[in-house]
C-alpha cells in the first residue's frame, strides 16, 4: 500500500471514531478562483451526497456552496417514534480556510445547512394497531469542519478528510 493510501486508511479510522466526518474530492485544484467538488458525508444515523462549487476570495479563503442530498435512518435514536426513516434535498452556504502544509493542506469551515426532510415514522409495530404517518420537517443545521486533503504527485484532483460537527441548538416553540 503506498503512504498516500495508508495515511488516507488511517485518518479514516481516527475519524469513524467520531461521529460525523466527510469525504471530499475536489476537482481541477489549480484554479485559483473556482473549485468544484464531491461530497459524501457519514452520520450516525445517515449520509449526505453533495455536490459542491467554492469561489476564492483570496489564494487562502473560499465561499462555499453545496447542493446535497440526504437519506437518514434514525433506528432508535428518536424519542419521539419508535422508527424514523426519511429523506430529503438541502443547500449549504459556507466559508472555507485553507492551510498550506509541506505537501498537503489542512481545511477549516463554518457552513449552514437548510434541509427539505420528509420522514416516514411508525410506533408501535409489533402491536396489532400501529400507528405510522410522514412527517415534513425543514432543518437549519449549521456545523464546523476541520480537515486534511491530500494531493497526490501525479493527478488534478485531491482527496480529503473531514471532521465534522453540529453546532445544536433547540428552538424554542
Do not use: C
Amino acid at each position: 500500500m503506498n503512504p498516500v493510501m495508508l495515511q488516507t486508511v488511517r485518518l479514516s479510522a481516527l475519524f469513524l471514531l467520531f461521529g460525523s466526518h466527510a469525504l471530499i474530492v475536489q476537482l481541477k485544484p489549480d484554479s485559483k478562483e473556482h473549485l468544484y467538488g464531491l461530497e459524501l458525508q457519514a452520520y450516525p444515523a445517515g449520509f449526505i451526497v453533495a455536490v459542491n462549487h467554492e469561489r476564492f476570495v483570496s489564494p487562502n479563503t473560499s465561499w462555499l456552496f453545496r447542493v446535497s442530498a440526504n437519506s437518514t435512518g434514525r433506528q432508535d435514536f428518536s424519542t419521539e417514534n419508535e422508527r424514523e426513516n426519511g429523506w430529503g434535498m438541502g443547500a449549504s452556504p459556507g466559508y472555507r480556510k485553507y492551510v498550506a502544509l509541506k505537501r498537503n493542506i489542512l481545511v477549516f469551515g463554518l457552513h449552514t445547512d437548510v434541509w427539505n426532510l420528509w420522514i416516514d415514522w411508525k410506533n408501535g409495530p409489533t402491536s396489532n394497531r400501529p400507528i405510522s404517518g410522514t412527517s415534513f420537517v425543514l432543518v437549519l443545521q449549521p456545523w464546523v469542519e476541520t480537515g486534511y486533503i491530500f494531493i497526490p504527485a501525479s493527478s488534478r484532483s485531491r482527496i480529503g478528510l473531514s471532521l465534522v460537527s453540529p453546532l445544536n441548538f433547540k428552538a424554542p416553540i
